[in-house]
């Protein structure tokens, strides 16, 4: 066996050697060491390190608080826009009622000769006059 397939069998066997590996393992100083430092690899990998942990542990704290400080802005930003969507709404109705009590005399001139209008019929006779008034008021 030679170096290369030693390093290869020692990735692959996973800490257990077969026996031409371990003969080559006892006459090579290079395979040795490289099997040395692939066994501190692995104690590493398979140990949990405090300072490793500990620093999961802030990071997850940190993303927490991030998270919390999110919802935190996006339940504030909802709030203002449902309460401007209201103050829309009600902007928009006073305004209409505003416009409905300031018209001028000569567009209030216009509406009537427009009822007057509607309410005759082809032949000049006026009829229902009571609810054809009452259509005009609730359109006005």
């Not at 590996?21 to 090579?28: D, G, I, K, Q, Y």
């Not at 690899?41 to 993303?63: H, K, M, N, W």
């Not at 401007?84 to 216009?110: F, Q, S």
């Amino acid at each position: 066996m030679n170096c290369e397939q030693f390093m290869e069998t020692a990735l692959k066997a996973g800490g257990t050697l077969p026996d031409e590996a371990l003969r080559h393992l006892a006459t090579c100083p290079s395979c040795r060491q490289y099997s040395q430092i692939l066994t501190l690899v692995e104690t590493a990998r398979s140990t949990p390190s405090a300072e490793i942990d500990e620093g999961c542990l802030q990071a997850g704290r940190r993303q927490m608080r991030l998270r919390a400080r999110m919802v935190k802005w996006r339940r504030t930003l909802l709030g203002l826009a449902a309460a401007l969507t209201v103050c829309a709404g009600v902007l928009t109705v006073l305004r209409t009622t505003a416009d409905n009590r300031n018209r001028n005399p000569e567009t209030m001139a216009e509406a009537d000769d427009d009822l007057l209008d509607f309410v005759m019929t082809t032949d000049g006779a006026i009829e229902n006059v009571e609810l054809d008034m009452l259509c005009m008021a609730d359109y006005y």
